[in-house]
């Protein structure tokens, strides 16, 4: 079972960007995320193309997202995802015009640094390789550039 995300910028003709795994049928309520990290500037529509097990399909409603001009790297915003999130975590520069070198740490609320890498963040998501074993609860992703620091609460399951 998955779910593909599809893209248009007319509202009429879809392509499918990128698909998340489901996890199937659950007594659960269930999240899932995806960064279109090449989403054009100004309106484009969205739907979700539900795929089950057993082969069946649905359409999601569509629903439509704008997004502003290019960023260029000096302004572009780190973004890490899922959150919450369970073993993996990901984290990408959407809007930067290349990739550059960061130093990405996350951080207990109490401040202290239970991981720390330099990486190079670009449009593309990144996954952050040999997390450590975490607690569940609230941690804060700080993320260095050379044009300054960003910290984002994440949740870890």
């Known amino acids: 079972a ?5 893209r248009s910028a007319d509202g009429q003709v879809y392509t499918q960007v990128g698909s998340v795994a489901a996890a199937g049928t659950s007594p659960t309520a269930r999240s899932y995320q995806y960064l279109d990290a090449a989403a054009p500037a100004g309106p484009s529509y969205y739907r979700l193309h539900q795929v089950d097990q ?3 399909s649905a359409y999601s409603p569509v629903v439509v997202v704008s997004r502003a001009g290019s960023l260029g790297t000096a302004a572009a915003k780190p973004l890490a995802f899922p959150s919450p999130f369970t073993d ?5 520069l959407p809007g930067a015009d290349a990739p550059q070198p960061a ?20 449009a ?3 996954a952050l390789a040999d997390l450590p ?6 941690y804060v992703l700080r993320t260095t550039t050379a044009t300054g620091a960003t910290s984002q609460r994440i949740s870890r399951n």
């Open 2 to 6: 998955r779910f593909d995300i599809e």
């Open 54 to 56: 057993d082969g069946t």
């Open 88 to 92: 993996a975590l990901q984290v990408a």
């Open 103 to 122: 130093t990405v740490a996350l951080l207990t609320l109490d401040g202290r640094t239970v991981y720390s890498r330099a990486v190079q963040l670009g």
């Open 124 to 126: 593309t998501p990144q």
């Open 133 to 138: 074993a975490l607690a569940p609860g609230l």
